[in-house]
């Protein structure tokens, strides 16, 4: 694979994660409500409150698979 088409791939899998709302089945709202609307990585489903937390999201629970699979990429091995 060449080189723009491992940076497209980056690109559009890091561009996936954004800092936004949605809905969280598994916490209560203040009258015992499910199905609540909380900050966070909608794409990892992870609550993050500030944007310090989503760049860390970013560099610790993004970044890493992306190296690992821009790895394989570049050495051939798309398969695994």
């Known amino acids: 694979m060449d080189k723009a088409k491992i940076i497209l791939t ?3 899998e890091f561009l996936r994660h954004t ?8 916490s ?3 009258r015992g409500d499910r199905n609540v ?3 966070g990585c909608p794409r990892c489903r992870k ?3 500030t944007y310090d937390q989503f760049m ?3 560099a610790n ?3 890493p698979p992306l190296v690992d699979l821009v790895l394989k990429l570049s ?4 398969n695994t």
């Open 75 to 78: 050495s051939g091995d798309a």
């Open 37 to 39: 609307t909380v900050q």
């Open 61 to 63: 629970d993004v970044l």
């Open 28 to 30: 209560a709202g203040p």
């Open 10 to 12: 980056v690109k559009t």
């Open 19 to 26: 800092w936004d709302t949605f809905s969280d089945e598994s």
């Open 56 to 58: 860390r999201h970013l």
């Open 47 to 49: 609550r993050l409150d």
